[in-house]
């Protein structure tokens, strides 16, 4: 029987907030942190800009550069400034889900070396005139933890969440 994987706690979300939470055991850290967007849109609509991560620059602040590697595959370049000094995160990540309502990116890398895990699943649910969409973010590693780190991501998360409900409503709403 296989040992069973530690439950991560993590904090409810609703409409408009988001909620990270850290878990430190040991020498290994994790984070897992959730939003949740509602659209005045189509899945239709909002798709095309979850499901390529070449998009992300676009909406996402957090997310530097994205570049195609490979069929559903891109080098991800992540940055967040803290005051007057800057993190930054090389990650190859390929898109290993791709179904209508739910896609899934995870950290693959090529260069033969452990690393941490990085996988992020968005789920869309269409209700009415509206779209829903769910983001988890999982990171296995200690480089993005921390409280400070923590707020910049959900500062990141909020103006991230504004602008692609922008780019996917309709004008005037």
């Known amino acids: 029987m296989a040992p069973s994987k530690p439950s991560l706690p993590v904090a409810d979300c609703w409409r408009g907030r988001s909620a990270t939470k850290s878990v430190a055991s040991g020498t290994e850290s994790r984070m ?7 659209a005045p849109t189509s899945l239709t609509r909002l798709r095309p800009f979850v499901v390529d991560l070449a998009e992300y620059p676009r909406w996402m602040p957090l997310v530097h550069r994205a ?3 490979g069929p559903g595959a891109w080098d991800v ?3 967040a400034k803290v005051g007057p000094f800057a993190r930054s995160k090389r990650l190859r990540m390929e898109r290993t889900t791709d179904s209508p309502q739910l896609v899934v990116f995870e950290r693959k890398e090529h260069d033969g ?4 895990p990085w ?3 968005c ?16 990171y296995g590693g200690t480089l993005w933890t921390g409280g400070i780190l923590e707020r910049v991501l959900a500062d990141h ?3 991230g969440r504004e602008n692609l409900r922008a780019l996917v409503s309709p004008p005037g709403r």
């Open 119 to 121: 996988r992020m699943t």
């Open 123 to 138: 789920t869309m649910v269409e209700r009415g005139e509206s779209v829903v969409m769910r983001v988890e973010l999982y």
């Open 157 to 159: 998360i909020e103006r």
């Open 67 to 69: 570049t195609l590697a």
């Open 113 to 116: 070396r452990d690393h941490a």
């Open 77 to 79: 370049e992540l940055r």
């Open 32 to 38: 897992r942190t959730e939003a949740t967007l509602e």
